[in-house]
């Protein structure tokens, strides 16, 4: 089965929680604090795959989660990193934000991409041994990894995309030029899938064409197959548009052109005009002439080359594949999509919402939306910590801890922040 288009959960390892514990060894007294700190939770990364064709691997598997950093130990022992967990997709996928519908990567290049990052592990109570502070007996928590809900859309990379009403000898088209093996029989929607084949040309010049499934009338708008696959013709280069000029169908050619180039505007209007070869198919079977004269006429006004084929003759053939490569010789390459998702950035919640602990001049904050309001900032930007400053005094948090009895000059910490407070 072929699937184009799916949506999945994932979700990254949380970071390992720092351990307390207090260093013990015979003929050593007070040893001190020798919690380890624990380990980052494991990354959600997507990794191109060029032996997938179909996403058919997410239709019965839908939530993905990373491994868990592990829990710090004795001896200043660190928890063990999350794992990793590689989710791999065919080439083209572009993948969409779930909620707004943008893309957030195109995976069309062969570099790995997080999709989420996993929490940070929590410190250990060796972190917070003073002069004044020899015996911590606290330690912090890890951050939790990041989530999200994203639709996965295949669209094939291929430089030549073969439209056109079914059973017009698109598939037997793409078997002669190519290497590939499509199903071809002599009924509509034969094909079900796109196929797709690779054109040598000469040394060091070939390039990709797919076999786009039979549209018909109202594809734009769902109906036939074609609504499923048009989103592959996306990113052609050229299509070639193949017309049947026999009328063995019972059609009329100029019909089916204008229907056809209709359906592509419907769909996209940047499609009409995307550059367009059409192939007159068929014509050695063809009983009247006046009809390849006609599609001549009406192709020519549209700005399209026409070449008078017959696939399964092979006649003509040469001459089609011989302008397909001098065209693409001239036009830009594959469309790779920019990326438009933009994480909107965590907001401050009630300060109620969070946890305060109170040890001597030290005061810890966690829980709530604190730990996603920290995974988001950059504190190495100065806009960035600007913003969380103006978060934390927009939830009153503050103000409870001035009401708790804070000092000037006491320590805060906010999992791997820490911070003078200046009244």
């Known amino acids: 089965m072929f699937v184009d288009k799916t949506?999945?959960?994932?979700?990254?390892?949380?970071?390992?929680h720092g351990a307390v514990s207090f260093h013990r060894e015979k003929y050593?007294?007070?040893?001190?604090?020798?919690?380890?700190?624990?380990?980052?939770?494991?990354?959600?990364?997507?990794?191109?795959?060029?032996n997938l064709s179909t996403l058919m691997d997410f239709r019965y598997k839908r939530k993905y989660s990373a491994?868990?950093?592990?829990?710090?130990?004795?001896?200043r022992c660190k928890g063990k990193t999350g794992q990793d967990l590689i989710i791999r997709v065919p080439r083209g996928t572009v993948v969409r934000d779930q909620e707004s519908g943008e893309i957030i990567k195109d995976m069309s290049d062969s570099e790995d991409y997080i999709l989420c990052k996993g929490g940070r592990g929590g410190w250990g109570n060796k972190h917070f041994a003073t002069p004044t502070r020899q015996v911590p007996r606290f330690?912090?928590?890890?951050?939790?990894?990041?989530?999200?809900?994203?639709?996965?859309?295949l669209k094939l990379l291929a430089d030549v995309g073969l439209v056109g009403f079914p059973n017009v000898g698109k598939s037997t088209l793409l078997s002669v030029v190519t290497n590939a093996n499509p199903k071809i029989a002599n009924y509509h929607f034969t094909t079900l899938f796109p196929n797709l084949g690779v054109v040598y040309i000469e040394e060091g010049f070939s390039f990709v064409m797919a076999d786009i499934p039979g549209i018909i009338e109202g594809a734009a708008e769902g109906a036939g197959l074609g609504h499923d696959f048009l989103r592959h013709i996306d990113r052609c280069r050229l299509m070639v548009h193949v017309v049947d000029v026999s009328g063995s169908e019972g059609r009329d050619p100029v019909d089916d052109f204008d229907a056809i180039n209709k359906e592509l505007a419907d769909y996209s209007p940047e499609l009409a005009d995307r550059p367009m070869i059409v192939a007159a198919n068929k014509c050695d079977i063809a009983e009247n002439p006046e009809n390849f004269r006609r599609l001549k006429?009406?192709?020519?006004?549209?700005?399209?080359?026409?070449?008078?084929?017959s696939a399964a003759a092979h006649l003509g053939v040469k001459e089609l594949i011989g302008a397909v490569a001098a065209k693409l010789r001239q036009?830009?390459?594959?469309?790779?999509?920019?990326?438009?998702?933009?994480?909107?950035p965590a907001e401050a919640g009630d300060a109620e919402d969070v946890k305060i602990e109170h040890y001597d001049d030290l005061w810890i904050i966690s829980g709530g939306w604190m730990s996603r309001l920290v995974n988001d900032i950059n504190f190495d930007d100065y806009e960035s910590r600007m913003y969380f400053d103006r978060q934390l005094r927009k939830s009153g948090l503050f103000d409870r801890l001035e009401a708790m009895g804070i000092n000037e000059?006491?320590?805060?910490?906010?999992?791997?922040?820490?911070?003078?407070y200046v009244k």
Do not use: Q
Not at 7 to 15: C, P, T, W
Not at 67 to 75: A, H, L, M, P, R
Not at 139 to 153: D, M, N, Q, T
């Open 331 to 344: 036009l830009p390459p594959v469309i790779v999509y920019e990326p438009e998702y933009v994480k909107k």
């Open 139 to 153: 330690a912090k928590a890890g951050l939790p990894g990041e989530s999200k809900e994203v639709i996965l859309e």
């Open 7 to 16: 949506s999945i959960k994932v979700k990254a390892g949380d970071g390992g």
């Open 297 to 309: 006429e009406r192709a020519e006004e549209c700005g399209c080359e026409v070449f008078e084929i």
């Open 67 to 75: 491994e868990n950093g592990v829990n710090g130990s004795s001896s």
């Open 409 to 420: 000059g006491d320590t805060v910490s906010i999992y791997d922040l820490e911070f003078e």
């Open 28 to 50: 050593v007294a007070n040893g001190g604090p020798d919690g380890g700190d624990g380990g980052n939770g494991g990354n959600i990364v997507l990794r191109v795959d060029d």
